[in-house]
């Protein structure tokens, strides 16, 4: 299967967040009530404070966008400082004035809920190192569902430089493939030098479930990097 694929190489990550704000505001723009999967992770944060300068200045109107949880980790509560809900709602749901939201807790019940919005309108993603989308793990398959599942020990590594000395719980939540996939466009915010290899395996290897995000080219899919993650 073979899709759209828009590949938009930035000079730095300022220039990445401004530009995923400009298509992130555009398609909200088109469709006030869009529905929304949110990541959280560094990579989208510059692009979500962007956003909230412009709903602060009335350039964009978020009020009835709907975010939809991407994942989380188990056994923490909302106000815990590793909830990835709590970080969800600081970055993207208050800045942008967003009064609804759909919380990632019950696979059964997340996936009713996706369905009764009528699917998912825009999925944002981040790429893990292992070529991980949220926390589904390689290998994943494209019609993974929605589940709970052990971390990687490579995702343990790279989620441990958010937290300081508080672990990284080791058992997570995800929206499945099948969700991610089935979203009418999706947006992959890569940056860094780190990334530069599991992008192109993304993007230019196989379509594997030693790759998740391999998967992502049978979507909608916009890609912006900054220079550091593709050349």
């Known amino acids: 299967m073979v899709s759209e694929v828009t590949l938009d190489i930035q000079p730095d990550a300022e220039r990445l967040a401004a530009a995923a704000a400009d298509y992130i505001a555009?398609?909200?723009?088109?469709k006030p009530d869009l529905s929304i999967l949110v990541a959280t992770g560094n990579t989208p944060m510059p692009a979500y404070a962007e956003l909230a300068r412009r709903v602060a200045v009335g350039a964009v109107d978020?009020?009835?966008?709907?975010?939809?949880?991407?994942?989380?980790?188990?056994?923490?509560?909302?106000?815990?400082?590793?909830?990835l809900w709590g970080w969800m709602e600081r970055s993207f749901v208050e800045p942008l004035g967003i009064t609804r939201a759909v919380r990632l807790e019950d696979p059964a019940q997340f996936e009713a809920e996706i369905?009764?919005?009528?699917?998912?309108?825009?999925?944002?993603?981040?790429?893990?190192?292992?070529?991980?989308?949220g926390f589904n793990e390689p290998p994943s398959q494209p019609d993974a569902p929605t589940?709970?599942?052990?971390?990687?020990?490579?995702?343990?590594?790279?989620?441990?430089?958010?937290?300081?000395?508080?672990?990284?719980?080791?058992?997570?939540?995800?929206?499945?493939m099948d969700v991610i996939l089935a979203a009418r466009a999706c947006l992959l915010l890569v940056s860094g030098a780190h990334k530069r290899a599991i992008l192109r395996a993304a993007l230019e290897g196989p379509q594997t479930p030693a790759v998740p995000a391999s998967f992502l080219r049978r979507t909608a899919l916009t890609v912006i990097a900054d220079g550091a993650a593709w050349t």
């Open 26 to 30: 555009t398609r909200v723009r088109a």
């Open 62 to 83: 978020f009020s009835r966008v709907t975010a939809v949880q991407l994942d989380e980790y188990l056994g923490v509560s909302g106000s815990d400082p590793r909830s």
């Open 147 to 176: 589940r709970t599942l052990e971390l990687t020990p490579a995702s343990l590594a790279s989620n441990a430089a958010y937290w300081g000395e508080l672990a990284v719980p080791t058992g997570a939540i995800t929206a499945g």
């Open 115 to 133: 369905a009764r919005l009528g699917g998912l309108d825009l999925a944002i993603l981040g790429l893990g190192p292992n070529g991980h989308l």
